[in-house]
């Protein structure tokens, strides 16, 4: 079983993000289900989670609608993440999400970044903004992308090249799935707390330069 999250940050509704994402996971799924992968698809809608976020970056502690996200997130074994474009990055709503996503979260998780936007102008969000972002954030980062412009859901030519574009972004995620297998979860308040139990165990040296016992 492979699991899939999707975080979808579309601000409106019905969302241009959301229904990219939605064909992004059907056409995952369906290259999954061709290698005989049965997969699971997780949808995160961060509209209905704004205030949340707001408060969560306020006070360092999220409530119990923002923590299911989160665990939604860390469960998965692969991640789809899908922005609208202002001004040729992210939307803050997007951003402010993964600002108070628990850390290492995504560390060597395989992404599928897209982004959504009114012209080709902001095609570029992709690279300049989306992938530096999730390289920071220590995930995998699939080498295709996907963009859509208004123009892409609204003509037969855009529509047949936005599907190309997605069913060769879903077949880098699944390659990159099968690749990297089923993903062990970090649990990084363990790790700091053995290694400060190391630490503290460890011998210190004296004043002379030996080591005490």
Partial sequence: MTKVAVVSGGLRQPSSTRLLADRIAAAVERRLAEQNRTATISVVELRPLG????????????????????????????LVAVTPAFNASYSGLFKSFFDVLPEETLAEMPVLIAATGGTERHSLVLEHALRPMFSYLHAIVAPTGVYAATDDFGSASG???LNSRIAKA???????LSA?????????FTEELTEMERLLASPRPSGDGAVED
Avoid: H, K, N
């Fill in 51 to 78: 205030r949340s976020i707001v408060d969560a970056m306020l006070t360092g502690f999220a409530g119990p609608e923002l923590e299911a996200a989160f665990e939604t997130v860390a469960d998965a074994d692969g």
């Fill in 159 to 161: 529509t047949a090249g």
């Fill in 170 to 176: 879903a077949d880098d995620l699944s390659r990159l």
């Fill in 180 to 188: 990297c297998g089923p993903r062990t979860r970090r649990d990084v």
